[in-house]
Each structure stands twice: as C-alpha cells, then as structure tokens.
C-alpha cells in the first residue's frame, strides 16, 4: 500500500486507489506511516514508502501455501463452475457453454 499511495501521489491524472484495512496482526507485522481519515489516505512523514517489516514478529506467522479457486482452464476459457479434472493429455472437453 505505501508504494501504492506514493505512485497515485506521483501520477498527475490519479483517480482512485482501492483500501482495505489489514488485519491487527499484518499491521504489527508490517507497521507503516500511511494512515486512512477523512476518507483519505495520508503517506506519513517516515522515508522511502514509509512501511516497515518486524522480522522478529514474521517469525510468529510461517508461511501457509493457499490458493484460490482457478476459473479458466489452460486455454484461457472460462470454467463453468464444475471441478472435474480432464484425463491427462486430454483437451477435451473445454468448458461447457452455458444452455
């Protein structure tokens, strides 16, 4: 987000940057100048982005391999919602048309 919010600062013609607020703990983990009122978001006075990491604090939070569902197949076709998995080798059948 600090890199985010210094680009959008840089950019003449900026619009809109997207928030969501972190959790408590991905911000102790990750504590930051940027702050969020008034509708705004505030870079902060502290250098570079001004986001830092406690390494110590990350230690606490090990890495969990997740992913989200994927809804185009190889091709680049849109999934129909219907996890099968084709044969190996198989191209066929690409996603369903909707009827």
Not at 2 to 28: C, K
Not at 36 to 47: S, V
């Amino acid at each position: 987000m600090g890199a985010a919010l210094h680009f959008d600062l840089w950019v003449p013609n900026f619009g809109i940057q997207e928030y969501m607020r972190h959790s408590a703990e991905t911000d102790a983990v990750f504590p930051h100048a940027y702050s969020f009122n008034d509708g705004a978001l505030h870079p902060g006075e502290a250098p570079g982005h001004g986001v830092d990491i406690d390494e110590k604090l990350a230690a606490e939070y090990p890495y969990r391999p997740a992913s989200l569902p994927i809804n185009r197949l190889e091709d680049g076709t849109m999934h129909n919602g219907e996890f099968w998995r084709r044969p190996r080798g198989s191209t066929w059948p690409r996603a369903r048309r909707a009827t």
